[in-house]
């Protein structure tokens, strides 16, 4: 007899629906899994056999022929465990079988005894799910994710649970996802990024703008970015508190929503890099990832790479937050160069020969850097010790084009002394934060709800319709731009990060103050930009 069921295995961050066959001969007894089954799908065979002889049934001794399909998709994981186990105990006639298997993606790990081992991939299983209108069996572990996913499932704890599910006894912990299949339970995810609030207080490394004596424009400049989510570069000397600056801009990035939660979530179920134990309890990050970059990083490990089962770089798990690239001119030319095409499509393309994934990485930059090699070019209080060719080679790395994609530059000079033990008090990463949640209502309110989150998304035909500018502002525009030799991208983003700023002044129409502001962000003392 031949059971069919369904599963799924994954590719980048997308889950595939697999059919999983079984069939059972009389013939020499063992297993056999076609389908191009990678090795840990293939030792599912052992840990399968182990499972149900501990789960109370007998494992056939026959000839057990399994077949993945599509045969031509690469099989990786353990998820196929639980369909694989089910399937033999149904063709073998040891359970029978009560329920339409085909309403059900069925995926769980398992473990020698017959517990059923959470899976990884869950988010893109349960959106595979939705689309397929069908419902999930998987194990206990999981139905938090599933339950944020409002994608309908029954959860499980051992294999023995599915099978008394199956064969239609009552099952004492049956789960069913009451919601509707749409992501209704945003008032429960709100409540959670509170919780985890309250928690993350506590250990936060992360400086508040309370604490950054001066500095006033770096500041503003680090609102406006976070506010329009443009990249920023800050330029400065030693010890001048340009690390510091870039760290606090994790204390005013808006909240995460949940469908962007699930979203960068869903990356993160790809990666090696794991959410640090017992932070994430739901497998649902709660609030835009800030992630730092070492700048000896490899180009693999900032875009994303790897032989056969690619995972996703910094730049992906940055989706929908920040990246922070400290010491920005220390990368590697070919680093620096590969952040290009995934800075503008907002989406990375790893190529290999037989297929090619894609990651998202809608991520803001902020980067850091020294002025020149010794760190003091430009500095009133130290000579600068590197000759000219030193400082020519030193930003001829930084291309152009690289350089073209910021849209705020800033210097951030050592404040005064005295300023640092200032006991004057300036605005708290709070209030800033809360002007910022406000702006984003105001920039929603006026583009009337479209779906653009941030004005530094917004293409050539979005600037047309959104940027809301008088005839004689643009012609004011055109012809300092003309004066100041200004490439085309950086016209564009000028004008995104004036719009920004309007945006935190509450202005409809955009004002030559605004703009006067954001041609003031690309006039630098260390840079030619
Ligand atoms: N404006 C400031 N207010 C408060 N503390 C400051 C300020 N500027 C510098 N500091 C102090 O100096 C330390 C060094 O600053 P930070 O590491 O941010 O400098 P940096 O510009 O990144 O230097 P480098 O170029 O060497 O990386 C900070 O940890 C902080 O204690
Ligand atoms: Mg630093
Ligand atoms: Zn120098």
């Known amino acids: 007899m031949i059971t069919r069921l369904k599963s799924a295995t994954f590719m980048g961050i997308n889950a595939i629906s697999v059919d999983v066959e079984v069939f059972i001969t009389t013939g020499i007894p063992g297993v056999m899994i076609v389908g191009l089954p990678d090795t840990s799908t293939k030792e599912a065979k052992d840990r399968v056999k182990a499972a149900i002889k501990n789960s109370g049934f007998d494992y056939p001794i026959k000839k057990i022929t399994i077949n993945l399909a599509p045969a031509d998709i690469r099989k990786a994981g353990s998820t196929f465990d639980l369909p694989l186990a089910i399937g033999i105990l149904i063709s073998a006639r040891l359970l029978k079988c009560e329920i339409n298997l085909d309403d059900y993606i069925i995926a769980g790990e398992l473990s020698l005894n017959g517990k059923l ?186 875009i994303g790479g790897g032989g056969a089962n690619p995972v996703p770089g910094d730049i992906s798990l940055a989706h929908n937050g920040v990246l922070f690239i400290d010491e920005f001119s220390e990368l590697s030319k070919k680093t620096l160069d590969s952040l290009r095409q995934p800075m503008e499509d907002k989406v990375v393309n790893l190529s290999r020969s037989r297929f090619s994934i894609l990651f998202p990485c809608d991520f803001m930059l902020i980067a850091a850097m020294n002025p020149c090699p010794c760190g003091y070019y430009g500095d009133e209080n130290h000579e600068c010790r590197c000759s ?72 050539s035909s979005g600037i047309r319709k959104y940027i809301n500018i008088s005839d004689s502002t643009l012609s004011f525009y055109n012809e300092v731009c003309q004066k100041l030799n200004i490439s085309s991208r950086a016209y564009h983003r000028t004008l995104k990060v004036a719009r920004t700023i309007a945006d935190i002044e509450r202005r409809d129409t955009l004002d030559e103050d605004s703009i006067l502001e954001a041609l003031n962000y690309r006039n630098t003392k260390f840079l030619k930009v």
Do not use: W
Not at 400 to 405: F, V
Not at 434 to 443: A, L, S, V
């Open 388 to 459: 000219s060719a030193e400082i020519y080679k030193f930003y001829n790395k930084l291309s152009g084009p690289i350089l073209d994609r910021f849209d705020i530059f800033i210097d951030v000079y050592s404040v005064n002394l005295k300023k640092l033990m200032d006991n004057k008090t300036g605005e708290s990463s709070k209030e800033v934060k809360e002007r910022i949640k406000q702006t984003e209502k105001f920039q929603s309110e006026r583009r009337a709800g479209a779906s653009i989150m941030f004005n530094s998304s917004l293409n």
């Open 117 to 302: 081992n959470k899976v990884n991939g869950l988010i893109a299983l349960g959106i595979l799910a939705k689309k397929l209108n069908k419902a999930i069996i998987i194990p206990n572990e999981n139905k938090e994710t599933a339950e944020f996913l409002g994608v309908n499932f029954k959860s499980f704890d051992t294999l023995k649970g599915v099978c008394k599910f199956i064969s239609g006894e009552k099952e004492e912990l049956i789960l069913t996802n009451s919601k509707e299949n749409n992501l209704s339970n945003f008032m429960d995810f709100n409540f959670y990024i509170k919780q985890k609030e309250l928690k993350d207080n506590k250990n936060n490394d992360c400086p508040d703008f309370l604490d950054i004596k001066g500095h006033e424009l770096a500041k503003r400049a680090l609102e406006v970015a976070v506010s329009g989510h443009h990249n920023i570069l800050m330029v400065g000397p030693p010890g001048s508190g340009k690390t510091m600056i870039a760290k606090s801009a994790m204390g005013i990035l808006p909240d995460i929503s949940l469908e962007e939660s699930i979203e960068t979530s869903n990356i993160y179920s790809f990666s090696n890099k794991k959410f640090k134990e017992n932070e994430e309890e739901y497998n649902l990050i709660s609030r835009r990832p800030f992630i730092s970059v070492h700048h000896t990083i490899t180009t693999a490990g900032l």
